[in-house]
């Protein structure tokens, strides 16, 4: 069992920036792909992005690409969501997810059904 507990969400103006921490307990942290996901009201869940186990590797929605990104840090069991320039479609709540390891070379990562366990989300409003 992994735990992932979320936090940094909030309100921020846009084009500002704000960064969002998953921070992991349980199994094996460095073993799991970590995926970002939103959900914004009245829509379905969408990937923002994610990093695969050795932190190696990124990739990104084309709606967040060039403004987000994904550190990792498996010595401290923490992955996190930097958001830079935050638009107002942005707004959503934000939920960290941990996959096996190997869904990164599977090239399943963004599929929200190969995540084993997700954190409670975290809520971030970007007011224009």
């Known amino acids: 069992q992994v735990q992932l507990v979320e936090s940094g969400g909030g309100l921020v103006q846009a084009g500002g920036s704000l960064r969002l921490s998953c921070a992991a307990s349980g199994r094996a942290f460095s073993g799991y792909t970590m995926g970002w996901f939103r959900q914004a009201p009245g829509k379905e869940r969408e990937f923002v992005g994610a990093?695969?186990?050795?932190?190696?590797?990124?990739d990104y929605a084309d709606s967040v690409k060039g403004r987000f990104t994904i550190p990792r840090d498996n010595a401290k069991n923490t992955v996190w969501l930097q958001m830079n320039s935050l638009k107002p479609e942005d707004t959503a709540v934000y939920y960290c997810?941990?996959?096996?390891?190997?869904?990164?070379?599977?090239?399943?990562?963004?599929?929200?059904?190969?995540?084993?366990?997700w954190g409670q989300g975290t809520q971030v409003t970007v007011s224009s």
């Open positions: 990093v695969s186990w050795t932190g190696g590797s990124t």
């Open positions: 997810a941990a996959g096996d390891g190997s869904i990164w070379y599977k090239r399943e990562y963004k599929r929200e059904n190969e995540y084993d366990y």
